[in-house]
């Protein structure tokens, strides 16, 4: 009996060990550098970092910057101690021993030294194949950052190049490029939408951008054979109180026969995050995870099981969603495997156009009727994808060319609904010289490896009757954000042979033509021309904004063409026009007050997501009501990015020669020629009051004290009387107050200081406020008209107390007629000028 225990012991010791153990990774080449360090430094985990003079062979570079402190609190080892400063472009460039896969991490601490501030630094880093960091900056975190990415490298020498702005440095702590195990990435997955099977993942580089063991504690590199890191996942929960931890000793899980334990280690597995008990018969709800994300990029999302919850078989189905659709339906590990507490991944490619509002994953209970309602998730990885230029960051590959905003704005002649298109001015060429040689454009390199990664909003175009040829060059259209493909065949029927007729609107780039696509949906087409030298730089400034900018209220592109040397771009069609056309001489119908400030609503959104949507900002620098455009909803949306400026990292203006249109034009720009984006809301305020007025920014054939809009309105806003000039069809349907909300905000917009204006975001909430007090009126003047009811404002001081206090807005119910409406005037007489901003922190936006 004791020899049968004995070998049932060892068989089943033996079965285990099948199943959990292994060899540790052996990289056989390992590069760690301690930059700028004297003395060496071994980590924890065994890790040992070569110093500087140890690692000089590397290193080639006209700067000799080191800088070094004896300690910081806030970093977690001492490769963050030391630190090289490159104020020169530099270069490390490493033999390997091996091709294929390499981990490449990159540490960052910005080091407090006499030398240069590296708070202030703003740099690239490339390969000699990918961009890794663009325009780089720590952002003003005095943490440390590890920037991680996973390369297939096929060169006997691997280079990485440190390449700083112009009056600025680069610097690097420590770096490590190490061997990574081939069966980290396989070469196909799911792809979310269109649901299919994506092959070509070896093709692609990748930046990790989260790695979490859910319901676990941190991993580090000392217990993860691969050096990776990771964190917790409580960050990200949405509602923390629907999930529940679970785990179990590592020594239970283990790995089915052909899945490496270097996907992830024994500790992921062993933790998880279940769905936390409803004290419900039938629970009915998700677990969530919210991510940010850039938009122009392509994701894989790694999601790790392991079934350490149930007591059987077959007891477990559950669902998996990302970004709200179905990613895997009914998983049933336990079937899969055939087995519990067993390791299993799943990969899932998610497309740039899925992208427009981050990332989430969420789990729930399977819709079948059977089972444990329940769903667990033991790990997740969430890598970006390079793009189309084999970029992990910025829009241009190693050798794109750089958009030149000095040279002169391409003229716009307007026919029909042309300036209803005035969003395109700029785009005329995607290459540099195109426009001088168009035949070496075409021989240098096709039109989609130029074009940026545009717009990931709207699906509903991304679908093409013709294929791309291959699953890659899908691939660049719908997970990289170009939308759809068009054909040239299908172009010249959707634009009658781009007959000229069908001409809306001429640039310098070349014609737009209203085209017909698919069911009759109307489309707006621009044919480039490669002979014009006309809005080169403002097409590449188009392209390079469009490519980072995602929102409701920006104009979006379709798709685009890239065939016979043509280069055509599809945006919808925006078939209402231009807002001006809407206010003045075009014999329209007038739009009612509160179209108006929806409007401006929409436009001020668009603008503020322009400010602070990206890490840098985005100046306008021509806004006007020729390029606010609506739909035919009369949803406003900005256009014309040909003359947008990125803030520079650090600081708050851009030095560079005026453009834009007179009557729009910040002064202290004109006077200092340095741009701010209070640039913009001085333009934002001249649009404010062409709203309120229906007239131009700029009328020579007026009287001259009444040419210039902004100087003319303020003088009357200054008297008290600016409803004598408004537009005379608002007369009688405008609410005084809300005229008077929106006036102030146009006239703080008009600030003769920048530093006087309020921001975009300011601005935005005055709006809103003033369309709340539009709507009240109108509710309170349509229940008078319904009861015929002659009564006039009720005065009582009452009512007022009960409907507003020093701290809060008054909330204006319809079913409360007119009563409460002298309260609300109380409410706003209380706030003007620079405070009346600070009211609405207790609002909510519409």
């Known amino acids: 009996m004791a020899v049968l225990l004995v070998l049932l012991y060892a068989f089943f010791s033996a079965s285990t060990a099948a199943f959990s153990a292994y060899t540790p990774f052996d990289p056989q080449d390992s590069f760690l550098i301690d930059c700028g360090a004297e003395k060496p430094a071994t980590l924890l985990d065994g890790r040992a970092f070569k110093t500087e003079e140890q690692s000089k062979q590397f290193l080639q570079a006209r700067d000799d910057i080191k800088v070094s402190v004896d300690k910081a609190d806030d970093v977690p080892s001492p490769i963050y101690l030391s630190a090289r400063i490159f104020v020169q472009d530099a270069t490390y460039t490493f033999p390997l021993s091996r091709p294929g896969w390499h981990w490449v991490r990159l540490h960052f601490y910005p080091l407090n030294n006499n030398i240069f501030d590296l708070m202030k630094s703003t740099f690239s880093v490339n390969t000699d194949k990918y961009v890794l960091l663009h325009s780089f900056n720590v952002n003003n975190d005095t943490n440390y950052i590890l920037k991680e990415y996973l390369l297939n490298i096929t060169e006997p020498q691997f280079s990485i190049k440190f390449l700083p702005m112009k009056n600025s440095a680069a610097f690097i702590n420590s770096i490590e490029v190490v061997s990574a195990p081939d069966e980290l990435i396989t070469d196909s997955a799911n792809e979310l939408s269109p649901v299919s099977e994506f092959s070509g993942l070896s093709k692609f580089a990748y930046q990790t951008m989260y790695r979490l063991n859910m319901g676990g504690p941190l991993i580090t590199a000392t217990n993860d054979t691969l050096g990776r890191t990771w964190t917790s996942d409580e960050t990200y929960l949405k509602h923390r109180n629907l999930a529940k931890k679970v785990s179990v000793e590592t020594t239970i899980v283990k790995y089915p026969e052909g899945l490496s334990p270097l996907i992830a280690p ?295 063409c890239d065939e016979n040397s043509e280069m055509i771009l599809v945006y919808e069609y925006m078939s209402n026009g231009p807002f001006r056309d809407h206010l003045y001489g075009k014999n329209l119908s007038p739009l009612s ?69 007179f009557g729009y034009l910040d002064p202290e720009y004109f006077r200092r020629q340095q741009l701010t984006d209070k640039s913009d809301v001085y333009s934002f305020g001249v649009v404010l009051l062409e709203a309120l007025c229906a007239r131009p920014a700029i009328n020579p054939a007026l009287p001259r004290e009444q040419v210039n809009l902004a100087d ?135």
Not at 395 to 404: K, N
Not at 625 to 635: F, Q, S, V
Request: a negative charge; one cysteine or more; glycine letters at 10%.
């Open 266 to 560: 024994q500790t992921v597995y062993a933790s998880a995050v279940e769905m936390a008990n409803a004290q419900t018969s039938r629970p009915n709800f998700n677990v969530t995870w919210n991510f940010e994300a850039d938009p122009s990029f392509g994701y894989v999302v790694r999601l790790h099981f392991c079934d350490i919850v149930s007591k059987a078989l077959n007891n477990l189905y559950f669902d998996v969603y990302v970004n709200g659709k179905m990613a895997i339906s009914d998983l049933d590990l336990s079937a899969t495997l055939n087995g519990l507490a067993m390791a299993y991944y799943k990969d899932i490619v998610v497309n740039a156009s899925l992208m427009s509002n981050g990332l989430s994953v969420q789990i729930g209970p399977s819709k079948l009727d059977s089972g444990d309602l329940n769903a667990i998730l033991n790990g997740l990885e969430v890598l970006k994808i390079s793009n189309s230029v084999d970029s992990l960051d910025g829009e241009f590959g190693v050798d794109g060319v750089e958009a030149d905003g000095g040279s002169n704005r391409g003229t716009v002649a307007a026919v029909g609904f042309a300036m209803m298109f005035g969003a395109f001015v700029g785009l005329g060429a995607m290459v540099i010289k195109w426009h001088k040689r168009p035949q070496d454009w075409q021989k240098r390199n096709s039109f989609s490896s130029w074009l940026l990664p545009l717009h990931a909003g709207d699906t509903s175009f991304m679908s093409s009757k013709n294929s791309l040829g291959s699953h890659k060059s899908n691939f660049y259209s719908s997970t990289l954000g170009l939308g759809r493909y068009f054909s040239l065949a299908e172009l010249q029927e959707a634009t009658k042979n781009f007959d000229a007729n069908e001409v809306i609107g001429v640039g310098g780039f070349g014609n737009v033509y209203i085209g017909m696509i698919d069911d009759g949906t109307k489309v707006a087409v621009k044919r480039g021309n490669p002979q014009s030298e006309q809005g080169i730089t403002e097409f590449q400034t188009e392209i390079q904004m469009l490519s980072k900018l995602r929102h409701r209220h920006l104009v979006s592109l379709i798709g685009y």
């Open 712 to 846: 003319w309105a303020m003088q009357w806003k200054r008297k008290g009387l600016l409803d004598k000039i408004i537009d005379p069809l608002l007369v009688g349907s405008i609410n005084p107050e809300s005229m008077k909300k929106f006036a102030e905000a146009a006239e703080k917009c008009l600030a003769e200081h920048g530093v006087d204006r309020p921001t975009m975001g300011d601005v935005l909430w005055n709006l809103e406020y003033a369309l709340q007090l539009q709507e009240a009126f109108s509710q309170g003047k349509a229940a008078e008209d319904e009861t015929k009811s002659s009564a006039t404002v009720c005065t009582s001081p009452a009512a007022a107390d009960t409907t507003t206090t020093s701290d809060a807005l008054p909330v204006y119910h319809a079913e409360e007629g007119n009563s409460n409406t002298p309260a609300q005037v109380q409410a706003i007489d209380e706030h003007s000028g620079t405070a009346m901003f600070a009211q609405f922190t207790n609002l909510n936006g519409r």
């Open 593 to 661: 007050w509160k179209q108006r400030l929806e409007i401006c609503i929409g436009s001020a959104r668009g603008l503020h997501y322009l400010h602070t949507g990206t890490a840098q900002g985005i100046i306008h620098r021509d806004v006007k009501t020729t390029n606010i455009l609506l739909d035919e909803n009369l949803t406003a949306k900005v256009a014309d990015f040909g003359l947008s400026k990125d803030t520079p990292m650090g600081q708050g203006h851009v030095s560079t020669a005026v453009k834009g249109s």
